[in-house]
């Protein structure tokens, strides 16, 4: 397996090979589906390449609110798409344009974006150890008209505390809480104020190594984050007391990439070194047990995103569609739902298919990020960015 440097090279790390008999036992009991080449129901199709970028591309982030897709890169800089649907054809699929390019002065690789809720702010993390927060002065805009967008992007807030590298931000359902994790083993909590002002809640210690993802679940605030050391750590807030980490998910054999939690927040799917995606399912209110183990990639797992999808069966028992990504240039898209069980109708169970696939996504380059377009209307589009500079966008179409 292998870990990443700012600079691109690959670190080699050995492959664990102790195992005890446990998790041997754990592993085998679940049920693992992989993602075969075979007649799939559905098809994945390019709509935009977006170029521009002079470095690898990290990350993308859609508006929540606006037709905008952002994307940063190694070139240290996030730039601003606008789309609209194409005019002429009976399913247009969006067009995209330029709207402006925002030269974040981060000293190092831009590395993660998050949009706040309201799609107001846009932070950045960077390997400068720092995160910018980004808005523009008297921005009252709230409908489809994009065009002041292209106008000028302030940094309003700078925030600083992390030792190192920047490597994943994310703001709460509500917009009153940013997570931010780093190189340097923390997560930190911080709360957003009028006025673009941002108080740090909490510190969180938990992990042995590098933090490289965070994440948000989808109406409560529990936050989940995923390290170098295998794990996956999950926190909430004691109002008596400060944050603190109510649960370990161990299970994967190497560095956790990725998360991302169902839209309903039952579930949370997480993407690893080791080739691998889990399934954790909330059994209890601050219990998660792993209950698949999804197989499908012939190298690491960088990303993944859960979006509600345009499921087949209609919306009941619906739980969306997960694409993953990663190193080996192949993107997935599972279509996951629950049903009674065979033998106790009173009992549910998880099913899962892959319902498209598509290699060499970016060419011969590794795929870092995939991300749903959670706007209504747009649920079979996600955009991706890679280590070629570009940012691509996709439809899932039927076959």
Known sequence: MRSRSEQGDWIPRPRKTVIDSDQIFQYLCLP?????????????????????HDDRAWHVAWNPARPILASCSADKNVRLYSYAPSSGTEAPSPKFSHLTTIPTGHAKTVRGIAWSPSGKA??????????????????????????????????????????????????????????????????????AHPDYDFECMGVLMEHSQDVKCVAWYPTEEILASASYDDTIKLYIDDPQEDWFCFQTLSGHASTVWALAFSPDGHYLASGSDDCTIRIWERVQEHKWECVSVLEGHERSVYSLSWGRGRPSGGDVGNLGWLASTGGDGIINVWEFGVAPDAQDPNKKTLSRRVIAKISQAHDVHDVNCVVWCPRKGFEGLFATAGDDGLVKVWEVASS
Not at 137 to 154: I, L
Request: one cysteine or more.
């Open 122 to 191: 846009l932070a950045t993390a960077s390997f400068d150890s720092n995160i910018g927060i980004w808005a523009q002065e008297g921005d009252d805009d709230d409908g489809e008209d994009v065009s002041n967008a292209a106008g000028e992007w302030e940094c309003m807030s700078l925030l600083e505390g992390h030792e190192t590298e920047c490597k994943s931000v994310a703001y709460s359902s509500s917009g009153t809480l940013l997570a931010s994790c780093s190189r340097d083993k923390t997560v930190w909590i911080w709360e």
């Open 32 to 52: 693992i589906m992989t993602a075969m080449d075979q007649d799939l129901p559905a098809k994945i199709e390019m709509i935009a390449q977006l170029e521009g």
